[in-house]
């Protein structure tokens, strides 16, 4: 067989094949090969098999050392979106997270949450009290008592006061501030006056020690004692 019928019948059977593989096999040069076929009418150029990008679908050509076209497509072959359980928004989640949480920490595959507020709620409304008002009163504990304090308060007591005859430390003053904001009830700086510190308070202020010195040698909160020198400055200002 000639040199020309065997380079024409190695193009037919294999088209992906260069001129330089086809010349290299029968030992002539490549511009060679390339004259008999096109004096044959057949195609020059080595023609390969679609090679598709897997995420976008562009033909990537020859280039088989990359999997994907670009970068975007393999960033984006990574992650996915997933709608929020609770309000809908759509989250990008890495596949190999997803993947993880399943598989190793036992995580929902139809639970999934864009922040902790819509986690809350839907945990709320699956389980709360609202779902469950037996439960609203299980392992609820009260440290003090409520209504003994609020009884102190509208005689007149002082916070203070209050502390001391119910044995809480200066410390859970914040405590008592909370239940005369949440039940409303009326507190004057009179009351604040009655306290057997205030003029101690005063007096060591006078004197131009610091609010921490002060705190600190009548065993208060520091935020009590700047709340009665706050108070004085405003009233005689």
Not at 117 to 123: L, N, T
Not at 215 to 236: D, F, H
Request: net charge positive; glycine share 8%.
């Amino acid at each position: 067989m000639m040199i020309r019928e065997q380079v024409i019948k190695a193009r037919l059977n294999n088209r992906s094949a260069t001129l330089q593989q086809i010349g290299a096999e029968y030992h002539i040069t490549r511009e060679r090969v390339r004259q008999i076929l096109k004096e044959a009418g057949l195609q020059t150029a080595a023609s390969f098999p679609p090679n598709p990008c897997p995420q976008c679908g562009k033909d990537m050509g020859n280039t088989h050392q990359h999997l994907f076209c670009s970068p975007e497509c393999w960033q984006n072959s990574t992650r996915t979106l997933i709608p929020c359980t609770q309000c809908g928004e759509l989250r990008e989640y890495r596949i190999k997270y997803i993947t993880w949480e399943i598989d190793h920490n036992g995580h929902s595959p139809n639970l999934f949450f864009c922040s902790k507020r819509c986690q809350g709620k839907w945990v709320a409304g699956k389980y709360g009290f609202g779902v469950f008002p037996e439960h609203q009163r299980l392992g609820v504990r009260q440290k003090w008592d409520y209504e003994k304090i609020e009884e102190l308060i509208l005689a007149g007591y002082s916070i203070l006061e209050v502390a001391e005859k119910l044995g809480m430390s200066h410390g859970s003053t914040p405590t008592i501030y909370k239940i005369i904001h949440d039940r409303n009830l009326p507190y004057t700086c009179g009351q604040i006056k009655r306290s057997s510190y205030y003029a101690e308070v005063l007096k060591l202020r006078g004197e131009g020690m610091t609010c921490r010195r002060i705190a600190e040698k009548l065993n208060l909160p520091l935020g009590t004692v700047t709340s009665i020198i706050r108070r004085q400055r405003i009233k005689y200002s």
